[in-house]
């Protein structure tokens, strides 16, 4: 909810959530027995969950667009989704981006190679 804003834009947000969406891969078939040859395509399961987050202060250069949210929509599933439970769906997100970062740091090595150079924290936000 927006409690409230300034002239520079800075905003106070109380009751916030933090969605996360994940797909977790279909379940494995190689226990089940089968007359056909071929295994038939199994749907991966995609989940969302919210985290609740609390109080925040948004400063006003971090705001890029604010609009109003339809709050009956947003009671609603999202579509193709379903909800998960916090823990499963929060590991599995972040393994997403662990995996991600590995991918991005041999990359990083491969330009730094062809270009002769190191990519210093490309793509990472250092504190």
Same mark, same amino acid.
């Given at each position: 909810m927006l409690r409230s804003w300034? +002239?520079?834009a800075n905003l106070v947000l109380t009751d916030t959530k933090e969605r996360y969406f994940v797909t977790l891969p279909g379940p494995s078939l /190689?226990? !089940?027995? /089968? =007359? /056909?040859?071929?295994a038939e395509p199994v749907?991966? *399961?995609? =989940?969302? !969950?919210d985290i609740p987050r609390g109080?925040? =202060? @948004? *400063?006003?250069e971090n705001v890029l667009l604010i609009g109003e949210v339809d709050l009956d929509k947003d009671d609603e599933d999202p579509p193709g989704y379903q909800p998960g439970p916090i823990e499963? @769906?929060? +590991?599995v997100q972040k393994e997403a981006e662990q995996e991600r970062k590995a991918k991005d740091k041999i990359k990083g090595r491969k330009v730094g190679d062809l270009w002769g150079g190191e990519m210093e924290a490309s793509g990472? @936000? =250092?504190f």
């Open positions: 300034d +002239q520079f /190689s226990g !089940a027995t /089968s =007359l /056909s040859t071929e749907a991966p *399961r995609k =989940l969302y !969950a109080t925040y =202060l @948004v *400063r006003g499963e @769906v929060f +590991q990472e @936000v =250092l």
